[in-house]
């Protein structure tokens, strides 16, 4: 009996991981303030799960024109998604590192950001969107 009901837990947790894993998968918005009084600036963040692995792209207006970037070391580890972004500017390169936990409405936590010894840390928010229909 103890292991028909190992094999009954095992099976529900199975479900439940393979329902985390599948539920990450989208579009997320947010919404960062604008530099020296330059409007506000809308990211978007594209999640895709490929078997196991975790990918995606953050995108956003900048100077007026698009810019795509692939986000790097993303994870998700008990409903918590992981990833960072590496900027270049005038030739010096800026990771910025965001985690938070991913609910139906979208992904809440921090992002850190700056040199080594400097490290800045924001709250962050980011909204699911309606899937698109095709």
């Known amino acids: 009996m103890l292991a028909i009901c190992a094999v009954f837990a095992l099976g529900a ?7 985390e894993k599948a539920s990450v998968a989208g579009v ?9 009084g330059a409007p506000d600036r809308t990211n978007t963040l594209v999640l895709k799960l490929e078997g196991e692995k975790l990918t995606g792209t953050v995108s956003a207006l ?15 580890v008990d409903g918590t998604v992981s990833f960072a972004l590496t900027h270049e500017f005038s030739g ?9 936990k991913v609910t139906a409405e979208g992904i809440k936590g921090k992002s850190e950001f700056g040199p080594d ?13 309606p899937a698109q229909k095709k």
């Open 62 to 76: 900048r100077k007026n024109e698009p810019n795509e970037t692939k986000i790097e070391d993303a994870k998700l």
């Open 28 to 36: 997320y918005q947010w919404t960062v303030p604008g530099r020296n």
């Open 13 to 19: 947790l199975a479900q439940v991981q393979a329902q």
């Open 117 to 129: 010894g400097h490290i800045q840390s924001r709250d962050w928010e980011a909204k699911r969107q």
């Open 92 to 100: 010096n390169k800026m990771v910025t590192k965001y985690s938070g």
